[in-house]
Nanobody, 127 residues
Framework: QLQLVESGGGLVPPGGSLRLSCAAS????????LAWFRQAPGKEREGISC????????HYADSVKGRFTISRNDAKSEVYLQMNSLNPEDTAVYYC????????????????????WGQGTQVTVSS
């Protein structure tokens, strides 16, 4: 079973940047579509970005478009989320996820399309 572990979360002031990483163990990520989700207190988990197995296509939710960038390094079995221009509304627990479905990541990032999840990393944007 694929296992995912996120890292890189923390406290950052408004306008700051963070880079989240997600490393896979037990197998490589080559054939998985990968995504990042986040969940703020009292809110549902939101899909914010995904990247296809080839890395050729990405998708971003409107809430993060132009500020966040997803990337992957299959040689290291890692996926990343570069987050810039952070604001307090970005405060949440961030999760990486992997999907066996090659056809996802063509639109909205849907929780039901993803089979494996990390444990999450907290991102807090506050002065």
């Amino acid at each position: 079973q694929l296992q995912l572990v996120e890292s890189g979360g923390g406290l950052v002031p408004p306008g700051g940047s963070l880079r989240l990483s997600c490393a896979a163990s037990t197998e490589t990520l080559d054939y998985y579509v990968l995504a990042w989700f986040r969940q703020a207190p009292g809110k549902e988990r939101e899909g914010i970005s995904c990247i296809t197995s080839s890395g050729g296509n990405t998708h971003y939710a409107d809430s993060v478009k132009g500020r966040f960038t997803i990337s992957r390094n299959d040689a290291k079995s890692e996926v990343y989320l570069q987050m810039n221009s952070l604001n307090p509304e970005d405060t949440a627990v961030y999760y990486c996820a992997a999907s066996r479905f090659s056809w996802v990541c063509r639109g909205a990032v849907s929780r039901s399309d993803y089979h494996f999840w990390g444990q999450g990393t907290q991102v807090t944007v506050s002065s």
